[in-house]
């Protein structure tokens, strides 16, 4: 199934770039592999080390923030601004989810709950279309909720 995934997702990156007149470059591809084997949300640090140490293939983190924005721009990648942070994850087949955010460790977490999904589903928007949506939900995780308490 994975494979397959990534199959799709290279040639959605093709179409991208050949519908855009821009260069089909080893790198994008092997950024984008990377990405898509990569579970859960990253930074550009986190790709680039992950590029560096699982893949072999070393990137500039211009060359790094360059496809990621192609990316977005191409439905194949998501932005989320964690409070400070800008993180990312494959968005090609990717179940639709919540996150809980710590606003003490910066610790994120992701759930799912179909009542909200159904919710949102069948919430109308006046003159307007969803494509998709991110649900952010800020508070304390368990063990900063612990430390506190410790410290009183």
């Known amino acids: 199934m994975e494979e397959k995934i990534k199959d799709?997702?290279?040639?959605?990156?093709?179409?991208?770039?050949?519908?855009?007149?821009l260069r089909k470059t080893p790198e994008r591809y092997a950024i984008l592999e990377t990405i898509y084997s990569i579970r859960g949300h990253f930074d550009v640090d986190e790709l680039y080390g992950y590029m560096a140490e699982k893949k072999k293939f070393r990137v500039s983190r211009a060359t790094l923030y360059n496809t990621i924005v192609l990316l977005i721009d191409?439905?194949?990648?998501?932005?989320?601004?964690?409070?400070?942070?800008?993180?990312?994850?494959?968005?090609?087949?990717?179940?639709?989810?919540?996150?809980?955010?710590?606003?003490?460790?910066?610790?994120v977490s992701e759930f799912e709950d179909e009542s909200l999904k159904q919710a949102i589903a069948q919430t109308r928007l006046k003159g307007f279309h969803a494509s998709h949506y991110s649900l952010y939900i800020y508070g304390l995780c368990g063990?900063?909720?612990?430390?506190?308490?410790?410290?009183?």
């Open 8 to 21: 799709t997702v290279k040639q959605i990156l093709t179409e991208y770039l050949q519908k855009n007149g």
């Open 74 to 107: 191409a439905g194949l990648v998501i932005k989320h601004q964690f409070g400070n942070t800008s993180q990312y994850e494959r968005s090609y087949n990717n179940e639709t989810h919540h996150h809980m955010i710590c606003t003490c460790c910066g610790k």
């Open 143 to 152: 063990k900063c909720v612990a430390a506190k308490r410790k410290k009183k």
